[in-house]
């Protein structure tokens, strides 16, 4: 039986909250983050998931988000990344869509 272990990187100004490496989870040392055997990286811009100054809206105004906000976009964020991780490891086709409903569907719970 094949594990799987997610790894979390932190990567601040990516221009995004979150990333996962496509093909982490089934390729073994592909990039310059050390992976083990089966371990996905995920990618953590921090600053954007906590300091609101490191953030503006569309139309350019500041961002302000409570604390609670900003934990909830945090686990959004990690939730839907892991959803591609797991993709990957299945051998699944990458569904933008069924992600988005999935972290959509938690997140209106």
């Given at each position: 039986m094949k594990n799987l272990s997610l790894k979390i990187a932190r990567a601040d100004?990516?221009?995004?909250?979150?990333?996962?490496?496509?093909?982490?989870?089934?390729?073994?040392?592909?990039?310059?983050?050390?992976?083990?055997?089966?371990?996905?990286?995920?990618?953590?811009?921090?600053?954007?998931?906590?300091?609101?100054?490191?953030?503006?809206?569309?139309?350019?105004?500041?961002?302000?988000?409570t604390p609670e906000e900003k934990k909830r976009q945090l686990i959004e964020s990690l939730m839907h990344e892991f959803g591609h991780a797991l993709e990957d490891f299945l051998g699944a086709e990458f569904e933008e869509g069924w992600i988005e409903n999935v972290t959509t569907s938690y997140a209106t719970n």
């Open positions: 100004g990516m221009g995004g909250f979150a990333a996962y490496l496509a093909g982490s989870a089934q390729v073994h040392g592909a990039c310059s983050i050390e992976l083990g055997e089966n371990q996905a990286l995920v990618l953590l811009d921090v600053e954007a998931s906590f300091d609101d100054s490191c953030l503006e809206c569309e139309s350019g105004e500041p961002v302000t988000r």
